[in-house]
């Protein structure tokens, strides 16, 4: 069974820094991306960040762009979440997801493509 599990959210000012965990497991899929998605209170989910598994490509949201940094740990199948410079307008629950595709373009970001999913973990960005 897939389990994706997410760590490292809380309460930070704006400014501040935040590094989000994905730790996966239960998979024996060679090729897939993780994706990380958020959803604020009254606004649809949105796709902030991906990595592939094969080659590390990435592909960001505008909105995240220079701000966030998407990385992984292959030895300890997690993924990582670095958010720096934090806004008020980034508050909301983030989800990593798991996909059976490759991270590299803006349709990547769509959740459709998303087969599994953690619980989420709340970011609060305090102004």
């Known amino acids: 069974e897939v389990q994706l599990v997410e760590s490292g959210g809380g309460l930070v000012q704006a400014g501040g820094s935040l590094r989000l965990s994905c730790a996966a497991s239960?998979?024996?899929?060679?090729?897939?991306?993780i994706g990380w998605f958020r959803q604020a209170p009254g606004k649809e989910r949105e796709g902030v960040s991906c990595?592939?598994?094969?080659?590390?490509?990435?592909y960001y949201a505008d909105s995240v762009k220079g701000r966030f940094t998407i990385s992984s740990d292959n030895a300890k199948n997690t993924v990582y979440l670095q958010m720096n410079s934090l806004k008020p307008e980034d508050t909301a629950v983030y989800y990593c997801?798991?996909?059976?595709?490759?991270?590299?373009?803006?349709?990547?970001?769509?959740?459709?493509?998303?087969?599994?999913w953690g619980q989420g973990t709340q970011v609060t960005v305090s102004s």
């Open positions: 997801a798991l996909a059976l595709l490759a991270c590299g373009s803006n349709w990547s970001l769509l959740d459709e493509w998303y087969d599994y």
């Open positions: 239960g998979f024996t899929f060679d090729d897939y991306a």
């Open positions: 990595i592939s598994s094969s080659d590390g490509s990435t």
